[in-house]
């Protein structure tokens, strides 16, 4: 979830500055936000719950107050740091304080950005850091995503994952086999609620099939060496090679006219074809015999 108030986040000013974006584009920051946020006084009855769903329950707070109050309340594994905040230095001081794994979404962010916030978590005790890709839109569009910047992040910490706002689980796919090891979603039970994230969240059959499908996708993405599977070893016999197909009397030269390479895998490798033909053969051979160095005198 997340843990702000509007008086946390912005102020209670309403002019063009002030004026939010996107889906909220009617509304002023203050108003957003006011409308938006989780109680903090729930915040403890909704982590006993997930703890009995068994879902691990966290937070991105956006200000230090929040992380304290989270501290001395739910205790949370890790914290989440949204793409807007990576620039809330003392933010980011005080999460990293904590001494516990960040999740550090980069939409919007610079490459000084990107060193400034992680040094500054480095710097002050956090030691475990996902950094995550995020297109900051609502919903992003997937054409805009440059997924393949996942591999430069990596050149900056080692596990990265995604932060993914559109309305399409192939971008999440993408992320997976470019080496996400952590992905993010907005969840709502349906998108014709007034929920004020609903117009970029998936429903429950979206996600558990983005689930379902990203396991499967992880499980196969296996490793680079080229290799035959143990799945495969068990066809591999029914690959071709060289066998007799019309009777062969010993001594009679061998033609495409009695010999061919089919399946199965039983036989020669078809690779010595040209060197078999015009061959004599060592003994009569009855088609269907996968033949062998012994029936060929070379």
């Not at 850091?129 to 297109?135: A, G, Q, R, T």
């Not at 117009?199 to 196969?220: N, Q, T």
């Not at 490793?223 to 009679?252: C, D, H, L, N």
């Amino acid at each position: 979830i997340q843990t702000y108030t509007a008086d946390t986040l912005t102020l209670p000013v309403r002019n063009g500055q002030f004026r939010a974006s996107g889906p909220w584009k009617n509304l002023y920051l203050y108003d957003l936000y006011q409308t938006s946020y989780t109680p903090w006084e729930w915040h403890e009855d909704l982590a006993d719950y997930a703890r009995k769903l068994g879902i691990t329950f966290f937070s991105t707070p956006f200000d230090e107050t929040a992380v304290d109050f989270l501290e001395k309340t739910i205790h949370p594994p890790f914290y989440k740091v949204a793409s807007f905040e990576i620039n809330h230095i003392p933010l980011l001081k005080r999460i990293a304080q904590t001494g516990k794994p960040v999740f550090l979404s980069t939409g919007l962010a610079s490459v000084e950005d990107l060193e400034e916030a992680l040094a500054t978590l480095r710097d002050n005790g956090c030691k475990d850091i996902v950094l995550l890709k995020c297109v900051s839109a609502y919903p992003a569009d997937p054409a805009g995503f440059n997924l393949k910047s996942l591999l430069s992040l990596k050149k900056y910490n080692p596990l990265v994952g995604l932060s993914d706002h559109s309305l399409s689980s192939a971008i999440v796919m993408g992320a997976i086999v470019l080496g996400a090891c952590l992905v993010e979603k907005h969840f709502v039970l349906s998108r014709k609620s007034d929920a004020i994230d609903s117009s970029f969240s998936i429903e429950p059959k979206e996600f558990a099939d983005m689930v379902k499908d990203g396991k499967i996708l992880h499980k196969g993405l296996g490793r680079s060496a080229i290799e035959i599977s143990e799945q495969e070893m068990r066809q591999r016999k029914f690959r071709r090679s060289i066998y007799v197909s019309a009777p062969i009397k010993q001594g009679e030269a061998f033609t495409d006219q009695n010999i061919k390479v089919v399946r199965p895998h039983f036989g020669l490798h078809p690779r010595y074809w040209d060197k078999v033909l015009g061959q004599k053969a060592k003994r009569d051979l009855a088609p269907g015999h996968p033949l062998n160095a012994q029936d060929v005198a070379i």
